[in-house]
């Protein structure tokens, strides 16, 4: 049973840019979540998302970014217009079921670097 | 909102002693309780859960953590260190119920550093 997949591990963008980061939760986990690292910082929440819903994106900046959760395919995180403040480790988890006492299985995560 | 404190940036320990790793909490309600380590380069894994019960939980790699109501800590511990633990260690909250259930909440982080 592979883990929590995401890709790309690294990825470099010019300000202004887009980037777009994927998720494959574990097999038979619905339930997905992004987080954010700053360097010298834990992680921050970001979205929860469900298939095809977005369930609490409180963490979520209200410009820019933006996630889904098809109901084929992997969860994406878009960030559209990358600005240097962005630079971060992105990680993903999922779970067999909503929050709770269930721990979330992580991703390697990805490493966005803005130049 | 819950708020997780780790005050160590930082704990250096020697091959085969014990080693504990501090956690405190803040929330406003029951909570869950989580013990994560990062490699580098890497993503989180899971290291124990506290539900309910027991106090004193006992998980991954010989670790094992004490959950204090009244002093809201959770305590990594273990008793005797290995260099290979080395790594960063997260403490994360989550609530029971309500807004925030979903959402792990963590501390900054405490570098473990075991020295041969």
């Known amino acids: 049973n592979a883990g929590v997949m995401q890709n790309p591990r690294h990825l470099v963008r010019r300000r202004g840019q887009e980037a777009r980061l994927r998720c494959s939760p574990m097999?038979?986990?619905?339930?997905v979540y992004w987080y954010r690292q700053l360097p010298e910082e834990g992680l921050k929440f970001m979205v929860y998302?469900?298939?095809?819903?977005?369930?609490?994106e409180s963490g979520m900046p209200k410009e820019r970014f933006s996630a889904e959760f098809p109901k084929e395919g992997p969860s994406i995180l878009r960030i559209q217009q990358v600005v240097r403040g962005d630079s971060a480790a992105y990680f993903c988890?999922?779970?067999?079921?909503?929050?709770?006492?269930?721990?979330?299985?992580f991703g390697q995560g990805t490493r966005l670097t803005v130049v | 909102a819950q708020s997780v404190a780790q005050p160590e940036d930082q704990v250096n320990v020697a091959e085969g002693n014990p080693l504990t790793v501090k956690c405190t909490y803040s929330?406003?309600?029951?909570?869950?309780l989580f013990w994560y380590v990062q490699y580098p380069n890497r993503g989180l894994q899971f290291l124990l859960k506290?539900?309910?019960?027991?106090?004193l939980v006992k998980g991954s790699y010989g670790f094992e953590a004490e959950f204090n109501k009244s002093q809201t800590s959770f305590h990594l511990k273990k008793p005797s260190a290995l260099v290979s633990d080395s790594a960063l260690y997260f403490c994360?909250?989550?609530?029971?119920?309500?807004?925030?259930?979903?959402?792990?909440?963590f501390g900054k982080g405490t570098k473990l550093s075991v020295i041969p």
């Open positions: 988890a999922s779970s067999p079921s909503p929050g709770g006492h269930t721990e979330a299985f």
């Open positions: 994360a909250v989550r609530l029971l119920s309500g807004a925030g259930s979903y959402q792990l909440t």
């Open positions: 998302l469900q298939k095809e819903n977005i369930i609490d």
């Open positions: 929330v406003s309600g029951n909570p869950y």
């Open positions: 506290y539900i309910t019960g027991d106090n």
């Open positions: 097999k038979g986990h619905s339930h």
